[in-house]
């Protein structure tokens, strides 16, 4: 049975785990979880990419992100090709590192988001690594240290995880440690990464009195949350699918857009390849990233040697770019032949 495509979209909170091939080690030391994650973070802030959870294991990595304006595949490709390069090289092996495909699960916020959190942050002590919970304060690789402000992260949204325990840092410091604290006795909750109905249902539990009462439900393994989010996820990831295909069997391509972006901007298309900063040819390459990135799948890097700039600029002129478009309600009729 072919395996399902991927959900990802502009604003998706995604829970990613990485496992080693055949459960092996990913790091055999502190300099190969310093190279990892010194990849990890220059991919998160040159695609802004916002993180707000992660650990390292001996044989995988859990890290809670949310989708930028670069699809969340084209920085998971970077990262684990990038750092399976270096970790061969370095230990003189070929093949692969890593098991199959990293697993996604696209998550309903407003009920997972803190427990996801606790999730993650608590795999260390939970798999024995670290004798004791006061330990994991000082542990540099995991996002736990950096929430207690032990140790610095310049890629990891401190600030987003904080509000959501208080308004000042010291009193949402010590909201998040009680939260975190309380969720030691709950082990390893099987209902944050087990199948589909069951994450849909809040636990096997509530699955068995929802199919007691005779209820419809509807699950999927790529997501976690419930039933009406899942149905709602499912809806604009097949509308999302169609707009995509339609792009493609219409002919639609980078020279397509090049042109029409620089026609409804009244630019010169060898201004947007150019680099210049005049505020309308800045404008126009604003709107051309966004579309490109977002609707027909280019990646930074291609993107940034067609435009002459470097990948970040190309992340944040897209979000630029996606507020302009927010705004004029012409997305449309650019993507129209």
């Given at each position: 049975?072919?395996?399902?495509a991927?959900?990802d979209a502009?604003?998706?909170?995604?829970h990613?785990i990485?496992?080693?091939?055949?459960?092996?080690s990913?790091?055999?030391d502190?300099?190969d979880r310093?190279?990892?994650?010194?990849r990890?973070g220059k991919l998160l802030?040159t695609t802004?990419?916002?993180?707000?959870?992660w650990t390292?294991?001996?044989?995988h990595?859990?890290?809670l992100?949310?989708?930028?304006?670069?699809?969340?595949a084209?920085?998971?490709?970077?990262?684990?090709?990038?750092?399976?390069q270096?970790?061969?090289?370095?230990?003189k092996?070929?093949?692969?590192?890593?098991?199959n495909?990293y697993?996604?699960?696209?998550?309903e916020?407003?009920?997972?988001?803190?427990?996801l959190?606790?999730?993650i942050?608590?795999?260390?002590?939970?798999?024995g690594?670290?004798?004791?919970?006061?330990?994991?304060?000082?542990y540099?690789?995991s996002g736990h240290?950096?929430?207690m402000?032990?140790?610095?992260?310049e890629?990891?949204?401190?600030?987003y995880?904080l509000?959501?325990?208080?308004?000042?840092r010291s009193?949402?410091?010590?909201e998040?440690?009680k939260?975190?604290?309380?969720?030691?006795?709950?082990g390893?909750?099987?209902?944050?990464?087990?199948g589909?109905?069951?994450r849909?249902?809040?636990?096997?539990?509530?699955?068995?009195?929802c199919?007691?009462r005779?209820?419809?439900?509807?699950g999927?393994?790529r997501i976690l949350?419930s039933s009406?989010?899942?149905?709602?996820?499912?809806?604009?990831?097949?509308?999302a699918?169609?707009?995509?295909?339609l792009?493609?069997?219409?002919?639609?391509?980078?020279?397509f857009?090049l042109?029409k972006v620089?026609r409804?901007?009244?630019?010169e298309?060898?201004?947007?390849?150019?680099g210049?900063?005049?505020?309308?040819v800045v404008?126009?390459r604003s709107?051309?990233?966004?579309l490109?990135?977002r609707?027909?799948?280019?990646s930074?890097?291609a993107l940034?040697q067609?435009?002459n700039v470097?990948?970040?600029s190309?992340s944040?002129?897209a979000?630029?770019?996606?507020?302009i478009l927010?705004?004029?309600?012409v997305?449309k009729e650019?993507?129209n032949?």
């Amino acid at each position: 049975m072919p395996r399902k495509a991927r959900i990802d979209a502009p604003g998706a909170l995604q829970h990613i785990i990485i496992r080693g091939i055949e459960k092996r080690s990913i790091f055999r030391d502190d300099w190969d979880r310093d190279r990892f994650l010194d990849r990890l973070g220059k991919l998160l802030l040159t695609t802004s990419t916002p993180c707000y959870a992660w650990t390292l294991m001996p044989n995988h990595v859990h890290l809670l992100l949310r989708t930028g304006l670069t699809p969340l595949a084209t920085v998971m490709k970077r990262l684990l090709t990038g750092y399976a390069q270096y970790f061969n090289r370095r230990h003189k092996r070929c093949g692969h590192l890593f098991q199959n495909r990293y697993k996604s699960i696209l998550c309903e916020e407003e009920s997972y988001f803190i427990e996801l959190l606790r999730y993650i942050h608590l795999n260390p002590l939970r798999a024995g690594l670290l004798i004791e919970f006061d330990v994991l304060k000082s542990y540099q690789y995991s996002g736990h240290s950096t929430l207690m402000g032990t140790l610095s992260c310049e890629w990891q949204d401190q600030d987003y995880v904080l509000n959501c325990f208080g308004k000042r840092r010291s009193a949402a410091r010590r909201e998040y440690q009680k939260f975190v604290i309380d969720g030691i006795s709950q082990g390893s909750r099987p209902d944050l990464v087990g199948g589909g109905f069951v994450r849909s249902t809040g636990g096997w539990r509530a699955l068995k009195e929802c199919q007691r009462r005779g209820d419809y439900i509807k699950g999927d393994e790529r997501i976690l949350g419930s039933s009406d989010f899942v149905t709602q996820v499912l809806k604009h990831a097949e509308e999302a699918l169609k707009q995509d295909n339609l792009l493609k069997r219409q002919g639609i391509d980078f020279d397509f857009l090049l042109v029409k972006v620089a026609r409804y901007c009244n630019v010169e298309i060898e201004e947007l390849l150019s680099g210049t900063r005049n505020r309308k040819v800045v404008d126009a390459r604003s709107i051309l990233c966004y579309l490109s990135l977002r609707r027909l799948k280019l990646s930074c890097l291609a993107l940034s040697q067609k435009l002459n700039v470097c990948p970040s600029s190309v992340s944040k002129s897209a979000a630029r770019g996606q507020d302009i478009l927010s705004v004029r309600k012409v997305e449309k009729e650019l993507l129209n032949k």
